[in-house]
């Protein structure tokens, strides 16, 4: 990967004619540095700044190993891997030709061997002093620790074997044929040759097509070299008596017989065998030269099996040539149009160096790119989203105390994004309509005073955010961010984020106080509170109708998605209602049956004293009412006389008929102390005065005047009602054999709370109440509250108003009394 993005050096030609990424250095701190930086830029090396005292000499003897790291861009290294790429070539050709060809070399090609052995040793020493680009991270390392453990992990062990004299070992051995098969183990050097056409095709000062085609005549030549050589190799193995059964042993051309091949000049015999190994791949016959033995009819078997599948590869590799469509050549004709672009407009070097970066920094990491994973189901995309950056977003400060929902929806809206050093990805001032997270690599927040000057605000390292500021309140970007190492960032659209703050509405919140607490105070954007504040309001205010429109609507996915997002089931609207309310009045059981799970406030009431209960009576929802009854929830009117009396007086006798079920009491007074019943008596309703006395109304029951129902029917003369309240009387007179007050009482017995300490006590005197029944005297309600509440010298019951009662029929039912204290 490091010589994949390795740049340019300073003897390179004009970018109009060639293209290599340069390794853009932080160019705020280069703005500031002195020749020293400059040096170290030009030789590539890291040297470790220290100040000057006894430990840093001690420390720079220890670490003396990692002062002297070689970057891959240093020329003088450059210029090593041209030289060790000419002993690549040689080494991979010649391997294949030892093999075959000789047992033992002669003193010239074994000198040779050993030159080009030492260089190789040599070049292994400096890869555990040179400095790589990181695959995931793209970041420079620079550490010996890491080098050198990637090293050992990789080609190290490979490297060192093919470095072995084997030529010597193989003398040593006693010429063991078994020991020259190690020998293959400097193939691995052609992976040298393959990273310099790799980089060749990027070049753009060498076309594109004649690369490809010296490339595939390189494989081409390459792999009939080798199967040459194996094949001359079959011969050798028999011994000199039996040379006649092989394939050049029996070989005859014209008048030439190549009987003792062994004593024919090296050459004819390689060229006789290259013959052979064309001929064999192009299988356009054989001729005079035919596999003689059962080895070398299996080989060439294995051979032209093999060659097929090079065929392929070479046919396929060519009509990519003619359609164009790899990617190496797309990227090479966009940086194209890209320098002409340049050159036409006559951007400065700065800004051609970044745009060219950039692109190639596309080009190197287009694994991230989206469309790799166009063809995966979202649902799949989604679960590698999380799995790759969900641990960086769960770190942002910003989102501390957010659900996972919430986490999760924002890292499947993710996209992955790479920056050079000294790119300016936000400007102050500017409308912003990206959220950025940092997963590796460092920013900078950089204030521009009135002046120009700048003063660096902050920095932005791995799990830190920008850009939510203006996203959330609307403003300006307050700052520059701009990148000081290369970096690996998440970006987040602004439509996408605001989309999911709309469903996690409390997330959203939290968003907004982290923001507050953090960012807005460390920044000194003081004016920005009042704005998050109103942002706070609006979004409830708007929450609130939502919540409700889909309990009025009967939406309950909408329902459960909002409160589950963290909207709250009890928010009322303007009229006081809650979902509660609406639900029940449209009659929709599943949606009530919800928010009483949700444990939502089932006796709430709206601005004009409605529960729920009573709403779903009102609309004849019988099931939601009977729902709600089972849940626990009752009417609780506050005016119960006056709204029973409403009831009667329009004659709709379901309704009372649900609203008597429902427990109300059918002998609740009005402010004229009239009951349901003398209403349907004075009106004449027999049908509704029938109802009340079914529910156990009282004929006893007199209003402010002393009028009793029957009194108000005869006035009506109404003979049916008459009749009916006349039979009531009787029957209600049989069972309790008492005067008309007592039998009223008795069946409708009234209560009242007594508190031993009066309301205008000081708290601390304030002690719980009894709830007792009222008795027949005063003197009896004092005793049985002074037993209760163990007080003694008490001599009188007062009123809220601080009024004495002085007679048990001035006591309203469910009245709060209060005891004149005495010593306790």
């Known amino acids: 990967m490091s010589s994949a993005l390795s740049s340019s050096s300073s003897t390179s030609l004009d970018d109009d004619k060639e293209y290599e990424v340069d390794e853009i250095r932080d160019r705020i701190k280069a703005s500031r540095g002195s020749r ?66 000789f047992r033992g ?23 555990f002093f040179l400095a790589y680009r990181d695959t995931q991270t793209y970041r420079m390392v620079h550490k010996c620790t890491p080098i050198a453990l990637r090293y050992l992990r990789s080609t190290f062990i490979i490297d060192l074997l093919a470095c072995m004299p084997w030529d010597i070992i193989y003398k040593a051995c006693g010429s063991k044929e078994e020991v020259r098969y190690l020998l293959w183990i400097r193939l691995s050097r052609v992976h040298k040759v393959t990273n310099f056409f790799q980089k060749l095709e990027k070049d753009i000062r060498v076309n594109y097509m004649f690369t490809r085609i010296i490339k595939l005549l390189v494989v081409e030549l390459y792999c009939t070299h080798t199967a040459a050589c194996i094949f001359y190799y079959l011969a050798t193995t028999l011994p000199p008596s039996q040379e ?17 091949f062994r004593e024919i000049d090296l050459w004819k015999r390689y060229i006789t065998s290259l013959y052979f190994a064309i001929v064999t791949m192009a299988t356009v016959g054989y001729g005079e030269i035919h596999a003689v033995n059962l080895r070398e009819m299996i080989f060439i078997m294995i051979y032209v099996s093999f060659d097929m599948v090079l065929g392929a590869y070479l046919i396929g590799n060519m009509t990519a040539l003619i359609v164009k469509g790899s990617k190496t050549e797309k990227f090479r004709d966009k940086m194209t149009d890209l320098i002409k672009y340049m050159n036409r407009n006559r951007l400065g070097r700065d800004i051609r160096n970044q745009i060219k970066g950039h692109v190639r920094l596309q080009y190197e990491s287009s694994y991230t790119e989206a469309a790799v994973l166009q063809d995966i189901p979202i649902s799949i995309r989604a679960k590698i989203s999380q799995t790759l950056y969900l641990p960086f977003v769960e770190k942002v400060p910003v989102f501390k105390g ?27 001032g500017n409308v912003v309509d990206q959220l950025y997270f940092v997963c590796h690599g460092v920013l900078e ?26 996203i959330l309140c609307n403003i300006p970007q307050p700052y520059n961010v701009r990148v000081c190492e290369l970096c690996r960032l998440l970006r987040l659209d602004k439509q996408s984020f605001t989309n999911i703050l709309d469903i996690y509405f409390y997330d959203g919140r939290k968003i907004l106080n982290n923001l507050l607490e ?8 003081k004016h920005l509170e009042s704005d998050i504040t109103f942002h706070i309001a609006k979004q409830e205010a708007e929450l609130s109708l939502k919540v409700n429109s889909a309990a009025y609507q009967g939406d309950l996915y909408q329902l459960k998605g909002l409160i589950r997002a963290g909207a709250d089931p009890n928010k009322t609207d303007y009229d006081g209602r809650s979902p509660l309310h609406l639900a029940a009045s449209r009659g929709y059981e599943d949606v009530t049956l919800f928010l009483i799970q949700e444990r939502v406030d089932i006796n709430s009431k709206d601005n004009f004293g409605n529960t729920p209960l009573l709403e779903a009576i009102k609309n004849g929802h019988d099931r939601v009412a009977s729902l709600l009854v089972k849940e626990g929830a009752s009417l609780k009117l506050d005016n119960s006389g006056s ?49 009340l006395l079914e529910a156990g109304a009282s004929v006893f029951t007199k209003d402010r005047w002393g009028n009793t129902p029957l009194d108000e029917a005869r006035m009506c003369g109404n003979k049916n009602v008459i009749k009916l309240l006349e039979g009531a009387k009787s029957s209600q007179l049989s069972e309790f054999p008492y005067q008309s007050q007592e039998i009223t009482d008795k069946m409708h017995p009234r209560k009242c709370t007594v508190f031993p300490f009066h309301p205008w006590d000081p708290k601390e005197h304030r002690r719980h109440g009894i709830v007792l029944w009222v008795p027949q005297s005063i003197e009896e309600l004092i005793r049985a509250a002074v037993e209760q509440l163990d007080f003694i010298n008490v001599s009188c019951i007062l009123t809220e108003d601080a009024g004495k009662i002085l007679d048990v029929d001035m006591i309203k039912d469910g009245q709060k009394l209060y005891l004149e204290c005495g010593t306790h």
């Open 105 to 127: 070399l002669p003193e010239n090609l074994f000198i040779l061997d050993i030159v080009g052995q030492v260089a190789f040793l040599l070049d292994i020493v400096l890869q």
């Open 244 to 260: 006649g059964y092989t394939w050049i042993g029996s070989l005859k051309m014209g008048d030439f017989s190549y009987s003792h």
């Open 36 to 101: 020293f930086n400059l040096i170290e830029n030009e030789l590539g090396l890291e040297l470790t700044r220290r100040k000057f005292s006894r430990q840093s000499v001690i420390n720079g003897i220890k670490d003396l190993s990692k002062d002297l790291l070689i970057h891959p861009d240093n020329r003088w290294y450059q210029a090593w891997t041209k030289f060790i790429l000419l002993w690549a070539v040689y080494s991979s050709f010649f391997t294949p030709l030892e093999f075959g060809f």
């Open 518 to 525: 953090g960012k807005v105070l460390n920044l000194g954007v």
């Open 445 to 470: 927040e950089v204030g521009i005073g009135e002046d120009g000057t700048e003063e660096t605000v902050s920095l932005l390292e791995p799990g830190s955010s920008f850009g939510e500021i203006s």
């Open 643 to 691: 709204f029973l009396c409403t009831a009667v007086a329009r004659g709709d006798s379901d309704y009372l008929k649900r609203i008597l079920s429902n427990g109300i009491d059918p002998n609740s007074k009005d402010y004229d102390y009239r009951t349901p019943l003398h209403i349907a008596a004075s009106e004449g309703l027999y049908f509704m005065a029938n109802l």
């Open 402 to 428: 957010c659900s996972s929902e919430f986490i999760n929806q924002i890292v499947i809206k993710l996209h992955e994004e790479f920056f050079l050093p000294g790119e300016v990805i936000m400007e102050q």
